[in-house]
């Protein structure tokens, strides 16, 4: 991870605060951390854009904790002092374990909620008050227009992977959300990527708020070793068991387009002998958990997600992300290859690019700077396209010479 100058003692925390860092292993604040604690201690709203492994979490959940630990107040029954709203299951549930670690040595109390399991034990965890709530969207509005959940006493409030909570598809409820809080309220934005038109609609959401970047959004991790390899769409399936002979024990994310998609792309793995499971919305709760719990320990070690799995989680040497359909999206590149190189490791991704989703690799590269080095031998490169080399031949190339993933030589370092 990034060193920087500062210390952990010099941004304001408490006492009990430090000693959770310290027996969370950490030494020195990553930059959005030492950016991100005392803007958070501050009181005012705040928007912090940061790279994916960055230290986000921390960053946002350390001041928190300080702040309650500081109100001495307590929850009353059915609300929650402070809210952290993410996307995805799988993310809220990182959270809610980062924060009990973070909080192990206060008596501040977290719960989680989020669909896909009963609510029962949910409304039990409620009902006593809570003081910091970890919930995705639809859940928590479930709960509140149930009346298990008041949020009258929430003035805090933490948007994780903000850009995708004030998108299309989550506005309605964030708003509805947001609504209900208390007020004065502090209200705290994270984000690895914030397009512009989504800046504005958050700003709809803040007061007068401090912003902080710790290194250039939307730019990818410099250490991910980018790659693409452009093949006929019919061909995906081969090039991909073609890559994927090379990459045996390995951990690899692929990423598909769609949830029939990912199902196909599993399937054909495990005819070949992976370990591997799909992991997207229609899969029920338990088997998200069970796929991801695989994944994690590596006794499945190749998991086929749709981009419901691209944000925030964070796995452990993470070796290669394939990008087998490029996302509509060029943030949600950003995203999905930050499954790799997370907390100062290196990695690799490598997109399969049909010759109908040039553009969106266009879009991806005019986003992120970085153009992706291409594996083909004879890159069937349009007109107009750089890179395409002398006596380039047919784009005829299923197999990837170089040893499937495009590293440079220096990356070629593993782990035996
Ligand atoms: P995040 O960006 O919050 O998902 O964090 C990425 C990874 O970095 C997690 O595994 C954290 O445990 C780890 N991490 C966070 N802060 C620090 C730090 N100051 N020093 C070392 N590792 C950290």
Known sequence: MTQHTTAFTNLGLSAPVLAAVAGAGYDTPTPIQGKAIPAVLSGRDVVGLAQTGSGKTAAFVLPLIDQLLAEKKQAPGKTARALILAPTRELAAQIAESVNTYAAGSNLTCTV?????????????????????????????????TGALRLDHTRRVILDEADQMLDLGFMPAIRKILKQLGSPRQTVMFSATMPAPIRKLADEFLKNPITIAATPPSRPVERIAQAVLYVNAADKPDTLVDLMSKEVGRKVIVFTRTKRGADRVAKRLAQYGHGVNAIHGNKSQGQRERALAAFKEGKAPVLVATDIAARGIDVEGIDLVVNYELPNVPESYVHRIGRTARA????????????????LLKDIVKLTGIEPKSLNDAPPMPKGDAAKPAGAGKPKRRRNRRGGGGQSGQRQRRAA
């Open 113 to 145: 909620i989020f669909g896909g399991v009963k609510p029962g034990p949910q409304i039990r965890a409620m009902a006593r008050g809570v003081d910091i709530l970890v919930a995705t969207p639809g859940r928590l509005l479930d709960h509140a227009s």
């Open 344 to 359: 100062g490791a290196d990695g690799r991704a490598v997109a399969l690019c049909a010759p109908d989703e040039r553009k």
